[in-house]
């Protein structure tokens, strides 16, 4: 018969001689036989109850626990299913606790403000480091330069998605109109003139109707914000000019555009 000594099983099975002493000790593992010598030897029973006890031990069973379950007179196939089981209902409090993490972990990042490589991963060429250190240089000491930061320094991830969506939903109107061959002064027009500022209020900075005019002149006098609106569709950018500037006629305005400001809350998408 083969038999193995102490430190033999120690390697073998990954546990130390100390917990073998200590097995040995309580009754929970006694080796079955001895050398002539008077050392303990381990039979191949011996290591069949040694596995079961480790299983059990990494399912974290009090030994005491262990030795019932041992000595209760089940055989090694029915341990097997109850380890199985029990691992398995471990398996789905596991399953169960990542999901629990993940979720948190989830609402723990969407709680973070949006990093300049989330607003890339939105916007695209909407939105660069060089047009956003530009834009504060121009008008980083107006009240609207400061209302828009404090407004969005908090912004996730998932708000400048929102606002993305916005603002697709407002020049989506402005094309709608412009593709059924609605003047700028159309009702449709302007109803999308409105939408815009009020998104750009709501989003940013408070807007009035004059102020308004100041952006929409912007969108013709700077290259950069006629090509966002051209290559949404062809003049385009001369077509929201126009329903701005109708809209706030609409609304009595006194036609001058407010300029201090101009483009505080377009930093980000030079589309909005």
Do not use: C
């Given at each position: 018969?083969?038999?193995?000594?102490?430190?033999?099983?120690?390697?073998?099975?990954?546990?130390?001689?100390?917990?073998?002493?200590?097995?040995?000790?309580?009754?929970?593992?006694?080796?079955?036989?001895?050398?002539?010598?008077?050392?303990?030897?381990?039979?191949?029973?011996?290591?069949?109850?040694?596995?079961?006890?480790?299983?059990?031990?990494?399912?974290?069973?009090?030994?005491?626990?262990?030795?019932?379950?041992?000595?209760?007179?089940?055989?090694?196939?029915?341990?097997?299913?109850?380890?199985?089981?029990?691992?398995?209902?471990?398996?789905?409090?596991?399953?169960?606790?990542?999901t629990a993490i993940d979720r948190a972990l989830e609402r723990e990042m969407n709680?973070?403000?949006?990093?300049?490589?989330?607003?890339?991963?939105?916007?695209?060429?909407?939105?660069?480091?060089?047009?956003?250190?530009?834009?504060?240089?121009?008008?980083?000491?107006?009240?609207?330069?400061?209302?828009?930061?404090?407004?969005?320094?908090?912004?996730?991830?998932?708000?400048?998605?929102?606002?993305?969506?916005?603002?697709?939903?407002?020049?989506?109107?402005?094309?709608?109109?412009?593709?059924?061959?609605?003047?700028?002064?159309?009702?449709?027009?302007?109803?999308?003139?409105?939408?815009?500022?009020?998104?750009?209020?709501?989003?940013?900075?408070?807007?009035?109707?004059?102020?308004?005019?100041?952006?929409?002149?912007?969108?013709?006098?700077?290259?950069?914000?006629?090509?966002?609106?051209?290559?949404?569709?062809?003049?385009?950018?001369?077509?929201?000019?126009?329903?701005?500037?109708?809209?706030?006629?609409?609304?009595?305005?006194?036609?001058?555009?407010?300029?201090?400001?101009?483009?505080?809350?377009?930093?980000?998408?030079?589309?909005?």
């Amino acid at each position: 018969m083969t038999t193995w000594t102490v430190g033999q099983v120690a390697e073998l099975v990954g546990v130390t001689v100390r917990t073998l002493h200590h097995y040995d000790e309580i009754g929970l593992l006694v080796p079955s036989e001895r050398s002539r010598a008077g050392y303990r030897l381990y039979t191949e029973g011996d290591l069949q109850r040694l596995q079961q006890v480790v299983v059990y031990r990494r399912l974290e069973l009090p030994l005491e626990e262990i030795a019932t379950l041992l000595d209760g007179g089940e055989d090694a196939a029915d341990h097997l299913r109850r380890q199985r089981a029990t691992v398995m209902s471990r398996l789905d409090e596991l399953r169960e606790l990542v999901t629990a993490i993940d979720r948190a972990l989830e609402r723990e990042m969407n709680d973070q403000p949006a990093t300049p490589e989330d607003l890339k991963e939105l916007f695209g060429d909407g939105f660069s480091d060089e047009y956003q250190q530009e834009a504060e240089q121009r008008w980083g000491e107006t009240d609207a330069w400061k209302q828009s930061a404090g407004r969005t320094k908090g912004y996730t991830k998932a708000d400048w998605a929102e606002v993305k969506a916005e603002a697709d939903a407002v020049n989506a109107a402005f094309v709608a109109a412009q593709s059924a061959g609605e003047p700028p002064t159309g009702q449709a027009a302007m109803d999308a003139a409105e939408q815009h500022r009020l998104h750009i209020q709501e989003r940013f900075y408070d807007l009035t109707h004059d102020f308004h005019r100041g952006l929409a002149d912007m969108y013709v006098a700077d290259p950069r914000f006629t090509k966002t609106y051209e290559d949404i569709a062809p003049g385009l950018a001369a077509y929201v000019h126009d329903a701005i500037h109708a809209n706030a006629d609409r609304h009595g305005s006194n036609g001058r555009p407010d300029r201090p400001g101009d483009g505080a809350g377009e930093r980000e998408t030079k589309g909005t």
